[in-house]
């Protein structure tokens, strides 16, 4: 199987996942603390009635912090079932059915949150899906993402399992356990690349250990336009061993 078949697989099965747990996802006492503080402190530097974007959004467990700062939210994610519980509670001003890789937004946000959402992005996805984030926030706006981690023998143990089973796979992938599908975990350094690639200075950052999974937690600001990558030269530094099949940089 070439990867960019085993990607796309991965990517639909990510998207079944959370189809499938949309209506009872907000049963699991999730999202862990951190996060919402963290949501607290973007929205207070935030002008007022700040436009946001939260992407993916889920179901618009954060709506309700943004719209008592007496911000705007706008959600958008890939998955209808979500949407769906997300419009129910009737706060963002308009939902998008859209990936992080089709984000189609252009200087429209002054802020912009993607939150437990990177771990399903291939490496190869990482700089569109940053720049796609870069596009959408306004000249000086902030962005929360999150980044998250496991050690490292786990990602060495998956690795070793999805090559014996002759999958395309690179390392800081996972498949099986509680991963909805698809994980990839960069790690730091190569995040923090990405990011100042993609014009996207770290203001603050801090990780925590909650509920059994580690997080790295970056605010980050629009800084300036990404720089276009040199023709033919690779931005994501991965190596799988066969020829990395040329994409529609749509998808």
């Given at each position: 199987m070439d990867r960019q078949t085993w990607l796309d697989q991965r990517r639909a099965a990510v998207l079944a996942s959370y189809d499938q747990d949309a209506a009872t996802y907000d049963d699991h006492g999730y999202p862990a603390q951190t996060q919402q503080d963290?949501?607290?402190?973007?929205?207070?530097?935030?002008?007022?009635?700040?436009?946001?974007?939260?992407?993916?959004?889920?179901?618009?467990?954060?709506?309700?912090?943004?719209?008592?700062?007496?911000?705007?939210?706008?959600?958008?994610?890939?998955?209808?079932?979500?949407?769906?519980?997300?419009?129910?509670?009737?706060?963002?001003?308009?939902?998008?059915?859209?990936?992080?890789?089709?984000l189609p937004y252009a200087g429209e946000f002054d802020a912009v949150m993607t939150i437990d959402a990177m771990e399903h992005v291939p490496p190869e996805d990482w700089p569109l899906v940053?720049?796609?984030?870069?596009?959408?926030?306004?000249?000086?706006g902030l962005l929360y993402l999150t980044v998250e981690e496991v050690a490292d023998p786990v990602t060495e143990e998956a690795f070793a399992t999805l090559t014996q089973?002759?999958?395309?796979?690179?390392?800081?992938?996972?498949?099986?356990?509680?991963?909805?599908?698809?994980?990839?975990?960069?790690?730091?350094?190569?995040?923090?690349?990405?990011?100042d690639g993609?014009?996207?200075?770290?203001?603050?950052?801090?990780?925590?250990?909650?509920?059994?999974?580690?997080?790295?937690?970056?605010?980050?600001?629009?800084?300036?336009?990404?720089?276009?990558p040199p023709s033919g030269i690779p931005t994501t530094g991965v190596t799988v061993g066969r020829p990395r099949p040329e994409r529609d940089p749509g998808l």
């Open positions: 963290w949501v607290a402190r973007l929205v207070r530097a935030c002008p007022p009635a700040a436009k946001i974007l939260d992407t993916p959004c889920g179901t618009g467990t954060y709506f309700s912090l943004v719209a008592a700062a007496g911000h705007r939210v706008v959600g958008a994610d890939q998955s209808a079932g979500m949407l769906a519980q997300a419009r129910a509670r009737n706060v963002a001003i308009a939902l998008d059915q859209v990936g992080l890789q089709e940053l720049a796609n984030l870069h596009r959408a926030a306004r000249p000086g089973r002759g999958l395309p796979a690179v390392r800081g992938e996972v498949i099986d356990g509680d991963v909805g599908g698809y994980h990839y975990y960069p790690g730091r350094d190569r995040a923090t690349a990405w990011f993609a014009g996207l200075q770290v203001i603050d950052e801090g990780f925590k250990q909650e509920d059994g999974w580690g997080y790295r937690h970056f605010l980050l600001k629009h800084t300036k336009h990404p720089p276009d």
